[in-house]
T-cell receptor, first 114, second 111 residues
Framework: DGGITQSPKYLFRKEGQNVTLSCEQN?????MYWYRQDPGQGLRLIYY???????QKGDIAEGYSVSREKKESFPLTVTSAQKNPTAFYLC?????????????FGPGTRLTVL | GENVEQHPSTLSVQEGDSAVIKCTYS??????FPWYKQELGKGPQLIID?????GEKKDQRIAVTLNKTAKHFSLHITETQPEDSAVYFC??????????FGAGTTVTVRA
């Protein structure tokens, strides 16, 4: 059963702590993305990766970091430098960057920083 | 693409009626316009898309129209059903392989 998994579904952290959100896909997709979703706003791109060992900053990359050591995995670290980290985070993948519109989304992780 | 405006932000319709959501964009280089449906607690799912060389596309009860001159595109849902209740997002892509999303429309279908 192919798809994208994100874990955990809910995450709580204290202010000042780094936290890593997991994203795994078994769709054999080259491209992967991280978005942030806030109430009343559209999805905003944090980072994207076209291929293994390559990633690019999106529109709101400050305070975040990523790695792409394996094709299947694209973890996102929310660092203490991110001023307003509480949000709903969505991971997605597509066959390649050219088919970004046909991306599959994971179920999301809701991060709350206390 | 940098800016996509989506209206309305909320929409309540009687079951069986039609729902229309409109988005406007500013980048004349935009060439691809997908629509996503997000159900509660889930990630968005692509439901229909249209490319800049086409004016209209239909898939069963869902249709999308594009007016390149006016820089707007719309989602039309006919014969709405309770399972159509969700948040709908429009998006556009220009040449930089990134999507810009609208703020979303919460659609409620009243039984």
């Amino acid at each position: 059963d192919g798809g994208i998994t994100q874990s955990p579904k809910y995450l709580f952290r204290k202010e000042g702590q780094n936290v890593t959100l997991s994203c795994e896909q078994n769709l054999n997709h080259d491209a992967m993305y991280w978005y942030r979703q806030d109430p009343g706003q559209g999805l905003r791109l944090i980072y994207y990766s076209q291929i293994v060992n390559d990633f690019q900053k999106g529109d709101i990359a400050e305070g975040y970091s990523v790695s792409r050591e394996k094709k299947e995995s694209f973890p996102l670290t929310v660092t203490s430098a991110q001023k307003n980290p509480t949000a709903f985070y969505l991971c997605a993948s597509s066959i390649d960057l050219g088919r970004i519109g046909e991306q599959f989304f994971g179920p999301g992780t809701r991060l709350t920083v206390l | 693409g940098e800016n996509v405006e989506q209206h309305p932000s909320t929409l309540s319709v009687q079951e069986g009626d039609s729902a229309v959501i409109k988005c406007t964009y500013s980048d004349s280089a935009s060439n691809y316009f997908p629509w996503y449906k997000q159900e509660l607690g889930k990630g968005p799912q692509l439901i229909i898309d249209i490319r800049s060389n086409v004016g209209e596309k239909k898939d069963q009860r869902i249709a999308v129209t594009l007016n390149k001159t006016a820089k707007h595109f719309s989602l039309h849902i006919t014969e709405t059903q309770p399972e159509d209740s969700a948040v709908y997002f429009c998006a556009e892509r220009s040449n930089d392989y990134k999507l810009s999303f609208g703020a979303g429309t919460t659609v409620t279908v009243r039984a």
